[in-house]
């Protein structure tokens, strides 16, 4: 970059520097020019290249004879050296350097750093932070990945109350999870739940089989690709039993296998803070009755359920919060198989057809309040569909993940909303032990396209409580709830408080 006596400011080689960004200096030709304003340059120069996502750049004046009236300003462009990773154990060099888009002597974007440490992040068994360190070249720069990771296994099991009345409130789980499968970053997942008479044994009741009223097992695989896209696959099978006499037919069987392929797009932004991913996807899901979504039914036959998902997901973490966004549409064309046809929806929920769209949006908002130490956390999710669905597609309300103070599927509906909010206090550190008391607002509403017969067609909760988070260690950790309901979900129904609560114990 250059001014020159002919009355003009110019670049070469450095095409971030736009002859409209050089104009903006056209004031100081033919007049005086102070070191003071030179830095004003520089500085300028500098942002320039940082608001275009690289920010390893020296901008300085060299020596030079200035009697012609003409002033060079230099630019160094740090590019990549060597990418180098450090303090890993049990993932290889290989591994972590390949998840870093860096090239040796290319630029280096924060938006390739940015999306490098996002896929690299993603596995809960290690934490990579950048960096940067001088090269061993001119004008390059070397990427050191500091690393922390742990043995990728997991072994845990747990209790939970957040089960369906008539198939148990009280619900055992126990799994493992591996994160590094083949030494190529895949994971592998499993668990078992169940309600809690796996242990304890169920009542003599004529006519019923001795097994648990509910039992699932669930398993997902996560494999990252060469390009650094990724698949997912991911199913479940499960076994309701309710206390009923005479119930050897009465045995509600469901399953889904559901594959997805995350599809990771370039970040939206120079700096790389607004990371996006397009899914898409395909479920299957066959079963006999409504008993896992608070309902009371076995039906006669099986309903099958073909349909594809098409979502997209931004994601932005900075000093001021994180934020994801998410919107997705779930097709079926319909009448796949002779149980994915119009006879065998209706039997299931009456109106209910094999062909139909709905489209979900959500959002999530966490954080902090200043330097206080309080935080505030808020999401919210959208259903809409012109169909009439299954209950396994409906939206529920109640419970821990919807809203606080009802118990779960309390009600369901084709439409609706939810939100969920808190105000967290600052966490309480006690040794290895951590705690943070919050509490918390919650409400939705749903309501069917078409009103249906027994049930609540137009229902509204909202819940109001206080709950606690604790966290020892990586070990154990503990959350509970307790939650009151501000109205009734049905006309003169039961306004009692509701307590929840979730440990995890696991390696």
Do not use: C
Not at 9 to 20: K, Q
Not at 101 to 108: D, S
Not at 109 to 132: I, K, S
Not at 323 to 349: E, K, M
Request: hydrophobic share 40%; glycine share 10%; aromatic share 12%.
């Amino acid at each position: 970059m250059q001014s020159g006596a002919n009355g003009a400011i110019t670049s070469s080689g450095v095409p971030l520097l736009t002859p409209e960004f050089l104009d903006g200096f056209s004031n100081d030709l033919h007049k005086p020019l102070t070191f003071a304003r030179l830095a004003e340059i520089r500085r300028a120069v500098v942002k320039r290249y940082r608001d275009a996502g690289q920010p390893l750049v020296d901008v300085y004046v060299p020596e030079q004879d200035v009697s012609n009236g003409v002033v060079k300003i230099a630019i160094a462009e740090f590019r990549a050296g060597r990418v180098t990773p450090k303090g890993n154990r049990y993932f290889s060099d290989a591994l972590l350097m390949r998840e870093m888009p860096l090239a040796p002597g290319e630029p280096i974007r924060e938006a390739d750093v940015a999306a490098g440490l996002a896929l690299l992040n993603a596995n809960p068994y290690r934490r990579v932070d950048v960096v940067y360190a001088p090269g061993v070249a001119a004008n390059t720069t070397d990427v050191v990945l500091q690393t922390e990771d742990r043995f990728p296994f997991r072994l845990y099991g747990g209790y939970n109350n957040d089960g369906v009345r008539d198939l148990g409130r009280d619900r055992i789980l126990a799994g493992f999870d591996y994160g590094n499968l083949f030494g190529i970053d895949a994971r592998i997942g499993y668990q078992m739940t169940a309600s809690n008479d796996l242990l304890s044994g169920n009542p003599d009741i004529e006519g019923r089989p001795d097994r648990p009223r509910y039992i699932a097992h669930a398993f997902n695989v996560v494999a990252p690709l060469p390009w650094l896209d990724r698949v997912e696959l991911f199913g479940v099978f499960a076994q309701s039993t309710p206390r009923l006499p005479d119930s050897y037919g009465q045995t509600g069987l469901s399953a889904q296998l559901s594959f997805r392929y995350d599809w990771r797009l370039p970040p939206l932004d120079n700096a790389g803070a607004w990371q996006q991913q397009v899914q898409i996807g395909y479920d299957f899901k066959r079963s006999n009755n409504d008993l896992e979504f608070g309902g009371f039914q076995v039906f006669n036959a099986n309903t099958h359920i073909h349909q594809f998902v098409f979502a997209y997901d931004l994601l932005r973490s900075d000093a001021s919060g994180d934020t994801h966004l998410n919107a997705a549409l779930f097709v079926s064309p319909g009448y796949f198989d002779s149980s994915s046809n119009d006879a065998a929806y209706d039997a299931a929920r009456l109106g209910a057809k094999p062909r139909y769209q709905y489209m979900q949006l959500s959002a999530q908002r966490d954080m902090p309040l200043g330097k206080s130490g309080f935080s505030v956390s808020a999401r919210g999710l959208l259903q809409w569909t012109g169909s009439t669905l299954l209950p396994s597609e409906e939206l529920g309300l109640g419970g821990d993940a919807t809203v606080r103070g009802y118990e779960p599927y309390t009600a369901q509906g084709d439409r609706g909303w939810n939100v969920q909010t808190e105000l967290r206090a600052p966490a309480i550190s006690a040794g290895i032990a951590a705690m943070q008391p919050f509490v918390f607002f919650d409400a939705g509403h749903v309501w069917n396209r078409i009103p249906e017969f027994g049930e609540p067609n137009n229902a509204s909760l909202a819940g109001i409580g206080a709950g606690i988070r604790v966290q020892v260690g990586r070990f154990v950790s503990f959350r509970g709830t307790y939650g009151f309901p501000l109205k009734a979900a049905v006309p003169n129904g039961s306004k009692a408080p509701v307590g929840e609560v979730f440990l995890v114990i696991g390696s």
